[in-house]
């Protein structure tokens, strides 16, 4: 069935540095894919998403681009910030049901100043 | 309106206990969402709702665990007789269609099991 790998953490950065957090995934299909955040505290956010192949995701700085030839959904960001710390979840729907997400086991991230 | 709220926030129970947890989604949202998260792990798909209509449960809901939506709105989810597997983090997400539009989470309800 459809699954996701991520990167194992955790991350640790210093602000203004480039993030990468590898995410490939495997599919049948299309699906879309999404990455989640969790900042501390706080209930799971959309960061972004993308509906299809090419499709490139982006919000608060970050990007991701979905990749058919190398089944991945990369998340990048050019210059990270201490506020971005957070644990960043890679996602996609099951391949029975859009209303189904598998996540990933999730990527911490802490930036340092 | 000011999210998806859950409560308790944490609840610390004996085992072999039954807990409920609430969840009050976003007013206007017809799909409703349980999720179960351990340390480490992201997030696992446990059921849903469309109105008050249980749409989908995964295998990870086995008989000691059932979850309603009465009248549409909030849910509950209970756990009758807990298991010491069962401390995690629950979460709770709803919709406006489907799940791959966006959902918004709770902040979730996390059980310890003693």
């Known amino acids: 069935g459809n699954s996701v790998t991520q990167m194992e953490g955790p991350v640790t950065l210093s602000e203004e540095a480039f993030l990468t957090i590898n995410c490939t995934y495997t599919?049948?299909?299309?699906?879309?894919l999404f990455w989640y955040v969790q900042y501390p505290g706080e209930g799971l956010q959309l960061l972004l998403k993308a509906t299809k192949a090419d499709d490139k995701g982006s919000n608060k700085g970050f990007e991701a681009t979905y990749r058919k030839e190398t089944t991945s959904f990369h998340l990048e960001k050019g210059s990270v910030q201490v506020s971005d710390s957070a644990v960043y979840f890679c996602a996609l729907p099951s391949e029975t049901s859009y209303d189904k997400v598998i996540f990933g086991p999730g990527t911490s991230l802490s930036v340092i100043p | 309106d000011t999210g998806v709220s859950q409560n308790p926030r944490h609840k610390i129970t004996k085992r072999g206990q039954n807990v409920t947890f609430r969840c009050d989604p976003i007013s206007e949202h017809n799909r409703l969402y349980w999720y179960r998260q351990t340390l480490g792990q992201g997030p696992e798909f446990l059921t849903y709702?469309?109105?008050?209509?249980?749409?989908?449960k995964s295998r990870l809901l086995s008989d000691r665990f059932s979850a309603e939506r009465p009248k549409g709105s909030f849910s509950t989810l209970e756990i009758q007789r807990t298991e010491q597997g069962d401390s995690a983090m629950y979460l709770c997400a709803s919709s406006q269609g489907q799940m791959n539009t966006e959902a918004f989470f709770g902040q979730g309800t996390r059980l310890t099991v003693v």
């Open positions: 599919a049948t299909g299309y699906p879309s």
């Open positions: 709702f469309q109105n008050e209509a249980q749409l989908e």
